[in-house]
């Protein structure tokens, strides 16, 4: 263990940490919502549909009670279906949590609190530990068994 990591961080956890993360899920649920009935628009037939700027957060809760046309400028000429903007919803914020989940479990194991300190890449260590390095340094290892063709004899 390092010296820096013996000792103890001062900086008290507050309350941006959690504000951020609930900003982060919010977002990403409002986009996905967005992008899961663009999405289930496009599948019915009337294109890829999105909201003008202002109305991308307040069409939410019309989207989120499976109107499909909510907040366009242009009303689709086919609309997709309420159950098929709800599954589309759905869906989409399910892929995205995964996502999320996945990219904060790989960050927090490359450089979070619980990772690994002083270990060598898996190259490094197939470098002075592997097969190759065994097998090129055999003779010194195992002298009787494997014995080099320049080994002069006394």
């Known amino acids: 263990m ?10 008290p956890f507050t309350w941006e940490i959690p504000v951020g993360i609930l900003t982060l899920v919010l977002l990403t649920g409002s986009l996905g919502a967005q992008i899961g009935r663009a999405i289930a628009n496009w599948l019915a037939g009337s294109g890829w549909t999105w909201p003008e700027g202002r109305r991308l957060f307040s069409s939410l809760p019309d989207v989120f009670a499976g109107r499909a046309a909510a907040g366009l400028s242009a009303l689709p000429t086919h609309p997709a279906s309420h159950d098929m903007v709800i599954g589309w919803i759905v869906t989409t914020d399910l892929t995205l949590l995964a996502f999320f989940a996945v990219a904060a479990g790989y960050v927090l194991r490359r450089w979070g609190p619980g990772r690994m300190h002083g270990m060598a890449t898996a190259p490094d260590a197939e470098a002075s530990l592997g097969l190759s390095r065994l097998r090129r340094v055999r003779p010194i290892i195992r002298p009787d068994l494997y014995f080099r063709t320049d080994r002069r004899h006394p």
Not at 2 to 11: A, F, K, N, S, V
């Open 2 to 11: 390092l010296q820096t990591d013996r000792r103890r961080d001062p900086y």
